[in-house]
């Protein structure tokens, strides 16, 4: 079960903080607790930890801006977001100046949409508290690295004409072999020919001219490891030759890529919740949340979202090829693809393809699928279930906007009411 969202509104007015509560009733993940007052919001929060505090510009005793200088000196990163009955500009800039995280302008949408803006910001600000423990993981273990260079257990090679002359344990045990069966080949050969462009030069040390590299190295057994390298020029028996040092760095750059798809993902489920609380159509919003999609996966080539109609499924968004998804769309059994997330272990159409039921109020909607160049992988399918949990409630929403009579339908039934008086 995730984690629930805990958040503090300080609200003096009842009926402002009804209405909050009303916009949250169908968000089970949220905890709220009220404050009516600055100075019993504080008391809170000297007591209780929250992920987001919402305060009211206006509030009796000390203001909202007091309230906000406060919670700053006591919680520099927590989210806060200032809520007004009449934003101008003015006051928009003196919120952000005091490191207000947002604002936002009280009407009935506003109250609406405050749970996807709250679960935003608390996402973004638990990404960002992430961020900060893994940079200071890898910068640690940076740190244990050059250690362990200084006390020469890296790898240590010299290559000659090419090829390996002298290499010491710690270099076999990286390229996943011993030692002497690396004499003799070709350093580049090591790399795997995808690779060979991804070789790329670091910023050295400004004391020093040796040049930093890193890149991908193919081992014996097939599998593959990031390396940093560094070499320099000297003679070894009479001959011109390169002296060179080698450090895995596999789980610094495993970490990098992780905040790097983190980050992508992240952008996108945002990018996704703006399309839903937009005013396009449903087929323009269907469009916008499958660009969202592919932008958030890595390398998607292609995808669509079809919605479930009574002769079967309805291709409503595309991306890419028409006729690659019919000829996915068709080489799986439907019922098969309604009944769970899959990742597809066989191309199909010459791709590799997730795909995702899109559930809403209990019921299967629709599908979302994508293709990908590489082998998928399960951080692909988690985060189009993501995205299809929040297309799922865009759904509901639909639905129910349908349902609601329009003003003008209201004012015409009104209108045959006092014709019938």
């Known amino acids: 079960m995730p984690e629930p969202f805990r958040i503090l509104i300080i609200e003096d007015d009842p009926e402002h903080a009804e209405l909050i509560k009303m916009g949250f009733r169908r968000h089970d993940e949220f905890f709220l607790n009220f404050a009516a007052s600055g100075e019993d919001g504080l008391e809170m929060i000297s007591s209780k930890a929250y992920d987001l505090i919402s305060i009211d510009l206006v509030l009796p005793g000390m203001g909202g801006l007091d309230v906000l200088v406060r919670i700053r000196k006591l919680d520099p990163d927590i989210p806060v977001v200032m809520v007004s009955g009449h934003g101008t500009t003015e006051m928009a800039v003196v919120a952000f100046e005091n490191r207000a995280?947002?604002?936002?302008?009280?009407?009935?949408?506003?109250?609406?949409?405050?749970?996807?803006?709250?679960?935003?910001?608390?996402q973004e600000a638990r990404f960002k508290s992430n961020e900060r423990a893994m940079r200071s993981q890898i910068e640690r273990s940076e740190r244990i690295h050059r250690s362990i260079v200084e006390n020469a257990l890296a790898g240590i090679y010299i290559l000659q004409d090419g090829a390996f002359r002298l290499v010491n344990p710690k270099l076999g045990e990286i390229f996943g072999t011993s030692a002497e069966s690396l004499l003799g080949l070709p350093f580049w050969q090591m790399i795997k020919p995808d690779d060979m462009a991804c070789v790329s030069r670091l910023e050295s040390d400004p004391l020093s001219d040796i040049p930093v590299y890193e890149s991908k190295v193919q081992r014996k057994d097939g599998t593959s490891r990031w390396i940093e390298f560094r070499t320099v020029a000297i003679e070894y028996e009479g001959k011109r030759a390169i002296l060179g040092n080698v450090l895995d760095i596999t789980a610094r750059k495993d970490k990098e890529i992780y905040m790097m798809n983190e980050s992508r993902e992240l952008s996108a489920l945002e990018g996704l919740t703006e399309i839903c609380l937009s005013?396009?159509?449903l087929d323009g919003r269907l469009g916008g949340v499958l660009c969202q999609m592919v932008s958030g996966t890595s390398g998607a080539e292609a995808g669509g979202i079809f919605l479930r109609e009574e002769e079967g499924l309805e291709l409503r968004a595309l991306h890419g090829s028409v006729e690659e998804l019919i000829r996915f769309i068709r080489g799986v059994e439907t019922v098969r693809l309604l009944s769970q997330p899959l990742v597809h272990p066989t191309q199909i159409a010459g791709r590799n393809w997730i795909s995702v039921p899109i559930v809403g109020q209990g019921e299967t909607k629709g599908l979302a699928v994508l293709a990908l160049p590489q082998e998928a992988d399960r951080d692909s399918l988690k985060f189009l279930e993501k995205a299809a949990g929040r297309?799922?409630?865009?759904?509901?929403?639909?639905?129910?906007?349908?349902?609601l009579p329009s003003t003008q339908e209201l004012l015409s039934r009104i209108k045959a009411g006092f014709i019938q008086d």
């Open 391 to 403: 297309l799922g409630r865009l759904l509901d929403a639909h639905s129910t906007e349908e349902m």
């Open 279 to 281: 005013g396009m159509d």
């Open 101 to 122: 995280t947002k604002y936002v302008v009280k009407s009935l949408e506003s109250f609406k949409s405050l749970p996807y803006v709250f679960e935003n910001l608390i």
